[in-house]
């Protein structure tokens, strides 16, 4: 049994290593786990998974492994979607309380299997099935006097499994609010030192150190140590972007107060990068694009930021909509020029990478990677970014 | 390693119990592991997730939101087992090597030039550290590393050799130390930075989860035990609302509620009024934006009778 939970870990994504498998095994010869589910549960958690964003498919694997030791029924996705948003309850007569008898817990296990079983959709205020606001014995926000409750959180003593398939942690993962200081975390990990060479003046730290580590006064002279990598951002504003606009707001005021760049630019443009880049949001003041473009060279890292979500036409088509006829440089050419004339480039989508599937999104990536803005998002991007060559445009 | 049996018996009980009976005997263990002190609750998870670190002598790692008393816990895990307590506060500029010990030169250069001390003699300008006096200590002791993400990416790979053989060299002297007895380590993280994987690999970790309203009605009791029922049942509801706002950035903790339960008693602010409006909002709100934002909500609780 043991065996099969740590497969159904490995199933659902939380790489568990020997080295903690064996910890666990230990751990449980010594008696850890008091012959109880429950504690087996918190002792396990606490021994293989190492990460919070993790709980939750721990949760899971645990409800699936040990399933059939508290016959309690796994709650589905979908199931807990029909109980968000309960409707409020209805007043009840004291008559219609007494017609709900209690039952005892293992009759309503048994009931709650069946019903699971036939229920196909979502219920509310009724007396049968697992819903909201009702009288049945199963669900969320009702009335009954026994009875289990399905989703939503609950108080008192639960066993290990039920506790399990409540998806408690489910949302932590998205409770890793990108906020300012993790951003800025990301983007200090972008800074390369590097000593130039150039005017020799007097390194104090070494000089103290070596004088005291000879005790005899020396003196240390070498070039500075600064940072290399000069940033530079292109922002997509207004239009679809407008949900995002706090999170990018963010990332840009973590890019704007990190002050260990050697150099830093930020243009707007909307949809798409085609011969005009605009210096402000509201995209009053334009620069032309080739002077951006003149501007930087292989020191600079590009970081666009932007859904992606665009007509193809207004990507790929040479004369964007409002040029009537007239030839332009295609966006997607603009791209590939930032691309190629940086060191690096990346894009940062602030959609879900499930929401991908806009051709554009498509055609980008083969000229940008395209990273989510998220922290783990971010995180790869730069060291994306901090590795990479030129981008190899196919 | 010296460690002889009669040094082992100081141990942490329930690893003795755990050893000795290799068995299942409940009470004799919950009464002799950590449970929490009269002024910090934990929760059963948190208290087993303790004991089995400290049997398995493995790293405690513990995240959770700020405020949810993480670092409280080394202080509690000590002052219940009596031992003494050492704190190492990471900050950015820490380094895993200065936890160890440090070569005070300064001191040997100035001795080199106005002393009267043999300088040949390196040993005298070696200082340690938090972790290097954790070994050296002649008894267990907690060993407190608060806040490890705010140090250097590499800072946790860096302590993982000293930590995983409890003994360090000193490269000046060439002395190795070796912990006379392990201490019990316990590390906190906000999440600023992700920690190495193979860091992860060899902690126990716990989440220490936001207290729900029936924990945080206990935690206040801890704190102010003769608040009024009443005010505190309206306090909570409107703490929970105000934790549930999407524009929120900073949320308030545990500490914040407690600092503000405290502000409400002193001046004895009647409950309608705690019901009709939020009282020393910047008690519990420590952003500006968040205070102006606070204005613009809908508030579904306001004017709640309890």
């Known amino acids: ?394 | 390693m010296t460690t002889t049996s009669a040094h082992r018996v100081p141990r942490w009980g329930l690893a003795q119990v755990a050893r000795r009976t290799a068995g299942r005997h409940d009470a004799a263990m919950t009464t002799t592991g950590f449970s929490g002190t009269a002024d910090y609750l934990a929760s059963a998870d948190l208290q087993d997730a303790v004991n089995v670190a400290v049997a398995l002598e493995k790293p405690l790692l513990l995240k959770g939101e700020p405020g949810t008393g993480k670092t409280r816990l080394a202080e509690a895990v000590a002052a219940q087992l009596g031992l003494p307590l050492i704190v190492w506060n990471i900050k950015s500029t820490s380094k895993a090597k200065d936890g160890l010990y440090v070569y005070d030169t300064v001191a040997r250069l100035n001795d080199a030039r106005f002393g009267d001390r043999d300088i040949r003699d390196i040993r005298q300008y070696i200082k340690f550290g938090p972790v290097g006096r954790s070994f050296v200590a002649d008894r267990r002791v907690v060993l407190l590393i608060d806040e490890i993400d705010k140090a250097d990416l590499e800072f946790p790979n860096d302590l993982l050799h000293e930590l995983d053989r409890m003994s360090f060299a000193v490269d000046e002297t060439g002395d190795v130390h070796t912990a006379k007895e392990r201490p019990i380590v316990i590390i906190t993280s906000n999440n600023e930075k992700e920690l190495p994987d193979a860091f992860l690999r060899r902690c126990v970790f716990h989440y220490i989860s936001f207290p729900d309203e029936a924990q945080m009605r206990a935690i206040v009791r801890v704190h102010h035990p003769d608040v009024d029922e009443k005010l505190l049942s309206t306090a909570l509801v409107r703490f929970y609302w105000l934790r549930k706002q999407p524009d929120v950035r900073k949320r308030p903790s545990t500490s914040e509620f407690i600092d503000w339960i405290a502000a409400l008693q002193k001046t004895g602010v009647p409950v309608e009024k705690l019901a009709a409006e939020i009282p020393f909002v910047g008690l519990l709100l420590k952003k500006e934006s968040d205070v102006q934002q606070l204005i613009t909500m809908k508030d579904t609780t306001r004017g709640l009778r309890m």
Request: net charge neutral; aromatic share 10%.
């Open chain 1, 1 to 394: 049994m043991f065996l099969s939970f740590y497969f159904q870990l490995r199933a659902h994504g939380v790489k568990v290593s020997p080295t903690e498998w064996l910890s666990l095994m230990d751990a449980v010869a010594r008696g850890f786990d008091r012959s109880s589910l429950q504690t087996f549960y918190g002792l396990s958690r606490s021994l293989l998974v190492k990460r919070e964003g993790h709980y939750d498919a721990f949760d899971r694997a645990f409800a699936a492994a040990f399933e059939g030791v508290s016959r309690t029924a796994p709650i589905t996705d979908e199931l807990l979607a029909w109980l968000d948003e309960p409707i409020p309850m209805r007043e009840l007569s004291d008559d219609e309380r007494k017609q709900m008898a209690a039952m005892d817990l293992e009759t309503l296990r048994e009931k709650l299997l069946e019903r699971l079983a036939e229920q196909k959709k979502k219920h509310d205020g009724g007396s049968h099935f697992v819903g909201t606001g009702g009288t049945s014995p199963f669900g969320t926000g009702g009335v009954n006097s026994a009875g289990i409750k399905v989703g939503d959180t609950g108080g008192g003593a639960r066993s290990a499994v039920s506790v399990a398939s409540e998806r408690r942690y489910q949302n932590l993962r998205s409770d890793r609010v990108l906020d300012t200081r993790g951003i800025g975390a990301a983007l200090r990990k972008l800074r390369k030192l590097a000593r130039e060479q150039g005017p020799e003046e007097l390194d104090v730290d070494e000089s103290i150190d070596r004088s005291a580590r000879e005790a005899e006064i020396e003196l240390v002279f070498r070039p500075p140590r600064k940072n290399r990598v000069k940033l530079l951002l292109l922002f997509d504003v207004g239009g679809s972007m407008d949900p995002y606009a706090q999170l990018c707001e963010r990332l840009f005021s973590a890019a704007h107060q990190a002050s260990h760049f050697a150099a830093k630019k930020t243009y707007f443009f909307h949809n798409c990068v085609y011969d005009k880049l605009y210096s402000d949001m509201a995209r009053d003041v334009s620069v032309p694009t080739t002077r951006v473009l003149s501007e930087i060279d292989a020191t600079w890292t590009v970081i666009f930021v932007g859904d992606a979500w665009m007509s193809p036409h207004e990507l790929m088509a040479d004369g964007n909509y409002f040029t009537f006829g007239k030839s332009y440089t295609p966006g997607i050419e603009w791209l590939r020029r930032f691309a190629q004339k940086g060191k690096a480039a990346a894009w940062l989508n602030p959609e879900n990478t499930r929401i991908w599937g806009a051709p554009t999104v498509k055609a980008i990536r083969g000229v940008v990677p395209m990273f989510e803005l998220s922290l783990d998002g971010l995180d790869r991007a730069v060291d994306h970014l901090r590795g990479a060559r030129p981008v190899v445009v196919p």
